[in-house]
């Protein structure tokens, strides 16, 4: 393992034991398989990263996308058993996971941009396919995403603009966000705030160790005393940046070394992007940004609309405690289930939140066996 350092950790009955420092960006969670890069550069000028984790050949490829603001991190923590390595010994020896341009791996949520969510289903997912099958050929593919890569991703294969995707696994939210009442509040108004008035115009689960009396400092100061579910700074603002109130995780799901270092799995977030999450919101459904943007007119005014023509069967996958989209993928799946009865399932997960599904320290007995028989299903 790539570690350097020690640093203390409390367990569940609250002993005290010491925990090696796990690196940032480190691949070690990974065992007994070659891994390569394959960076690719989009349409719109930006590169990104696929990583490729094989083990053993495998007629089913399965490619995992995080949300915004994490990166492919979260499908290799060497904490605990992960997703990539569960993969594995399940029969599943060719996993690639992607770094689009939310990945924390990157500097692009840092910057001044406007990107949104059509950005991504229109250049991100159908280039990084691309490069994908340039190296696989027409094997099955199947895709697990989270977050705001879920929702992009099932943007860009209800629009057509990705193709052949033989299952797609969705977590906490997909074509229908819905959220918290707070959350609206800070969707709506936290952009102009950010921008104009506060500034930067990202929002950092670091700002909790930012430099004294710096703007990130104070918001992280101001953010604590209504998070008081736990005392760490990042954990603070991620509740503030995406919780609707509250954390984005239950806690007890969590490994005291996960909660420990989450200013190195979640980065900033370009505040831009919750204008997109407001819009749709609002419409109740995914919906393209601006519709005045020629550079998406090839792009579903909702993404909807052509529903019943998407063959490609859904795992919708959702804790009981989410408070970061609430019932999302419930409403999604009935949706769903009306346009095409049978296609696609529904999972609802005892005591998990929005983010712990894929992180949580018991993931791969309470979670990760869901996923497997819906792969395992339609596999070839």
Sequence with gaps: MCVFGKVMASDAEGIEMDEQRIARFTRAGVADAEVSDHPFVTADGLTLNLTRFRRAASGDVVLLVHGLTTSSDMYIMPEHANLVNFLHDAGFGDVWTLDFRMSGRFPYNSETHRHDLDDIALYDHPAALDELRRHIGDRRVHVIAHCLGSVSFSMALFAGTVTGITSLTCNSVSLTPRTPAWSKLKLRYGPVLMEYVLGP?????????????????????????????????ACHMLSFMWGGGKPIFSHDKMSPVTH???????????????????????????????????AHADLP?????????????????????????????????????????GLHELAVLPGYGHQDPFMAANADTEVFPQVLD???RKAG
């Design 260 to 294: 420990g270092r989450l200013p190195d799995l979640f980065g900033a977030c370009n505040v831009h992007y919750y204008r997109h999450v407001h819009a749709m919101v609002k419409a109740g459904r995914a919906v393209k940004y601006d519709r005045r943007d020629p």
């Design 201 to 233: 115009c990202q929002i950092d689960p670091r700002f909790g160790d930012a430099p004294v009396l710096t703007r990130g400092w104070m918001l992280a100061k101001a953010v604590a005393p209504f998070h008081r579910s736990c005392d760490e700074p």
């Design 301 to 341: 005014a909702d993404y909807l609309a052509g529903a019943e023509a998407v063959a490609t069967p859904i795992l919708f996958l959702t804790g009981d405690r989410n408070h970061v989209f609430t019932d999302s993928n419930i409403v999604c799946h009935r949706l769903l289930e009306s346009a095409a009865p």
């Design 374 to 376: 819906f792969l395992k």
